[in-house]
């Protein structure tokens, strides 16, 4: 794994050094799109609307419009607001961990030691095991400032970022408001049906089918011969693809024909000092 951010867990007088991780990855097999014709891929180009370029990313900045005015905010703008400038994730507060509502939970993250002496990070891990309370942190990461549970998962430290409280919508269905009358035989049948399915859960008891038939079915293509060549989906090259390439060329060339001459030079002075000698 490479690490994605470097900062310190902050609580009280204490700071632990961490180095951040992505906890998850996406397993789903890879797949672009192709026109059905003749198999050849679908390009997207970032074209200006206004002087019609392709435009590369180091030349994209961001912006926000109102409906009236935009305001392009560049990379030296974002990085000077205080909070991205920041690299310390700060303790809020300590929370029961029975009291965070699973729907609030978005992107895991593992927490290493980034430090010679790991006193601090084990004093935090065994404070919160110990104490069954999870650390509500604020942090800056990827240009937005982020709420987050600070939990323990085995051995180790992890951050479980959170969705804002305005981000969870109320779930206000009409249908729900109606009296229901349930009897008593319904809810012990119901009862007997969940004890029957009831068991503990292990991730590794279930697999995701989609994939598996997925890459089977691609697995078959490619034995009866069902493809296609892969360079012929792509097409000819931009010009200005073309354009960077002879100017890589062009440089190329100029930096050899400076070599040469150097060297010419270099014998050229060598043989004028064998005559004088």
């Known amino acids: 794994m490479r690490a994605i951010w470097k900062g310190a867990v902050a609580f009280g007088l204490v700071n632990v050094p961490?180095?951040?991780?992505?906890?998850?990855?996406?397993?789903?097999?890879?797949?672009?799109?192709?026109h059905d014709r003749d198999g050849g891929r679908i390009r997207y180009q970032r074209r200006c609307e206004v002087c019609g370029e392709i435009v590369d990313f180091k030349d994209i900045d961001k912006a926000y419009d109102d409906g009236e005015h935009t305001v392009v905010l560049t990379d030296d703008d974002l990085s000077a607001l205080?909070?991205?400038?920041?690299r310390e994730i700060e303790v809020v507060e300590f929370v029961p961990s029975d009291q965070l509502d699973p729907i609030m939970l978005d992107r895991a993250y593992y927490l290493e030691p980034d430090s010679t002496s790991i006193k601090a990070y084990v004093l935090l891990r065994r404070t919160l095991q110990e104490t069954d309370r999870t650390a509500i942190v604020q942090f800056a990461l990827r240009q937005k400032s982020r709420l987050?549970?600070?939990?323990?998962?085995?051995?180790?430290?992890?951050?479980?970022?959170?969705?804002?409280d305005d981000e969870i919508r109320e779930a206000a269905?009409?249908?729900?408001?109606e009296k229901v009358r349930i009897?008593?035989?319904?809810?012990?049948?119901?009862?007997?049906?969940?004890?029957?399915?009831?068991?503990?859960f292990d991730p590794e008891n279930f697999t995701d089918d989609y994939q598996s038939q997925l890459r089977t079915l691609i697995e078959a293509k490619i034995d009866k011969g069902d493809t296609l060549d892969t360079e012929e989906t792509f097409g000819p090259a931009d010009e200005d693809d073309d354009d960077?390439?002879?100017?890589?060329?062009?440089a190329l060339r100029r930096s050899v024909e400076k070599n040469r001459e150097k060297a010419g030079a270099k014998k050229a002075t060598g043989s004028t000092k064998q005559k004088g000698a």
């Open 173 to 177: 269905f009409p249908a729900l408001e």
């Open 183 to 200: 009897s008593a035989k319904e809810k012990q049948m119901s009862a007997e049906l969940v004890d029957s399915f009831s068991t503990d």
């Open 82 to 86: 205080p909070v991205e400038r920041s």
């Open 244 to 250: 960077n390439v002879l100017d890589l060329m062009e």
């Open 18 to 34: 961490v180095k951040v991780y992505s906890a998850t990855e996406d397993h789903d097999i890879s797949l672009h799109q192709v």
């Open 148 to 164: 987050a549970a600070l939990r323990v998962r085995g051995d180790v430290l992890m951050l479980q970022t959170l969705l804002w």
